[in-house]
């Protein structure tokens, strides 16, 4: 299975998230359609409910995520959103990303938590790793490798160091799935689908735009 990965990060409003779809929604009218891939989208979690409607509204073959959960259970913990809350909505979370790790002080236990959250709610977590030496718990069959200096810079690692990073992970920690994300784009997008061992991407700027998005879905499928 391949995945394409959608990360709006604290993009957009409502009717940003509305034209989004509906922009979107045109270009797949005969647009590629892939069994063997998964589209996951992962908005803000206040339009996790709306982009399920607008989802169902078009018929488009896409799941959801969350960009992150509680290390919690329900309870007392203002600003938290649960897993079992998320779950109602989306099938993954993205968890442990560099901005989360950096921004919000996320430390390897506190990562180790949501991803217990999550398998307990059903959720399956997209474990976000800057390179051999993140932990990684047993619970985790999805990884993002994101190089920090790749993110939201314009200069994406080279498909060839992500594969041997690839390949590294893998044998280490025996983990299904392995995505590339930093900088992917429509340019290229196929080196990465191209690789043996990465199963997809985790793509940030390049999925604001339903046009640039579209494109690169339809590059990664004629790709692999
Ligand atoms: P980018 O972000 O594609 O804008 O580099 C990727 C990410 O941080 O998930």
Not at 32 to 50: D, F, N, Q, R, W
Request: hydrophobic share 35%.
């Amino acid at each position: 299975m391949k995945y394409i990965v959608a990360n709006w990060k604290s993009n957009k409003n409502e009717g940003e998230v509305n034209e989004w779809f509906d922009n979107f929604s045109k270009l797949m009218t005969n647009g590629p359609i892939s069994s063997g891939c998964e589209l996951i989208l992962c908005p803000p979690a206040v339009y996790l409910s709306l982009c399920r409607n607008l989802i169902k509204k078009y018929m488009l073959p896409m799941l959801l995520g969350a960009q992150n959960i509680s290390p919690f259970n329900v309870g007392a913990y203002t600003g938290e959103i649960t897993a079992s809350q998320v779950r109602e909505f989306a099938q993954y979370s993205i968890v442990g990303h560099s901005e989360r790790r950096k921004n919000f002080c996320e430390d390897s236990k506190m990562i180790d938590e949501k991803v217990k959250q999550a398998k307990k709610a059903g959720l399956k977590s997209i474990l976000c790793i800057g390179g051999l030496d993140t932990p990684i718990s047993p619970d985790v069959s999805i990884i993002a490798y994101e190089p920090i200096n790749a993110i939201g810079t314009g200069h994406p690692e080279e498909s060839s160091e992500a594969e041997a990073i690839a390949e590294g992970i893998k044998s280490k920690y025996g983990v299904e799935s392995f995505l590339y994300g930093g900088s992917v784009d429509e340019k290229n997008i196929s080196s990465y689908f191209q690789e043996e061992e990465i199963d997809g991407v985790l793509v940030g700027g390049a999925s604001l735009d339903a046009l640039k998005f579209y494109n690169l879905i339809h590059k990664a499928l004629s790709t692999s």
